[in-house]
Nanobody
């Protein structure tokens, strides 16, 4: 059974930074593309950044230039460095695999990111 554990969230002022970590157990991470998703109150969960199994990143327009996704396959871990945070980035952040032909693993508990003055 694959387990996803997200951490690193918190309360930060606008313009601040956070680094999120996703620890994956129960599978070999290196064969999967992975993504960071977020869900704000009253909104659907959205994919904000993904990274292929060979390390090629993709971002939605609203986070380009501010967020950086990376992975360490040896540690079975995926990261999301978030800089220049804005109030609209406030959400619970989750990680999961990204593959249209495969179902998502069971979601982890997520990590809350709150951007507020």
């Amino acid at each position: 059974q694959v387990q996803l554990v997200e951490s690193g969230g918190g309360l930060v002022q606008p313009g601040g930074s956070l680094r999120l970590t996703c620890a994956v157990s129960g599978t070999r991470l290196m064969i999967y593309a992975m993504g960071w998703y977020r869900q704000a109150p009253g909104k659907q969960r959205e994919l904000v950044a993904d990274i292929t199994n060979i390390g090629r990143p993709n971002y939605i327009d609203s986070v380009k230039g501010r967020f950086t996704i990376s992975r360490d396959n040896a540690k079975n871990t995926v990261y999301l460095q978030m800089n220049s945070l804005k109030p609209e980035d406030t959400a619970v952040y989750y990680c999961n695999r990204v593959d249209d032909s495969l179902p998502r693993w069971n979601w982890g508990q997520g990590t809350q990111v709150t951007v507020s003055a």
